[in-house]
């Protein structure tokens, strides 16, 4: 055998024992963050839906604040359906956290297209005529990402190293006008 052969040889195997490093290299800088940046995806839609769905569903309530003064299957105040409603959702899935629930009333002015609000309380007495008015629930919660690095070279990342806080709000209108009042 020459020279020139054994040399060759040699050459191939160094491919094979450097390509675990490279491989290793990959998935800690590559497919690991890919992975997070899938579930925080996921995890930002179970928020930014489940906002959607109270809001939804607090729209079809009889009253904003406190119950109505008849008996019927859905005598829930607005404000607590959407509590309800954005807790039984984020309970379904595991790593999104609640921070808080707010359920405002927004006016617009069918006249002029003005809106005001939202507004945290019952609309005072007047007249229900010339506006339309919105739900609008406000949400706030954390995603976090299905494997936590610890900072180090990567830094602090939202989503990679820590928690992800999503900010969110969803409006629809609400059916029962007067009931805005109580």
Known sequence: MTKRQAK???????????SPMILMVLFIFLVFPLINLGAIGIRSYFIINSCKEAAHRASKSL??????????ANNTPAITVAEQTVQRYMNAFTGVKVQSV?????????????????????LSGGSM??????????????????LTYNGGLLG?????????TIQTHAREVFE?????QM
């Open 8 to 18: 060759a040889r040699n050459n191939k195997g160094t491919t094979i024992a450097e």
């Open 63 to 72: 009253t904003y604040e406190q119950a109505a003064p008849v008996q019927l």
């Open 102 to 122: 707010r359920s405002g009333i927004v006016t617009v002015n069918n006249n002029t297209g003005v809106k005001t609000g939202p507004v945290y309380a019952p």
């Open 129 to 146: 005529y010339g506006n339309v008015y919105y739900l609008e629930v406000e949400l706030q919660a954390t995603a976090e990402p299905l």
């Open 156 to 164: 602090d990342i939202p989503g990679l190293t820590r928690p992800l």
């Open 176 to 180: 029962n006008p007067k009931g805005l």
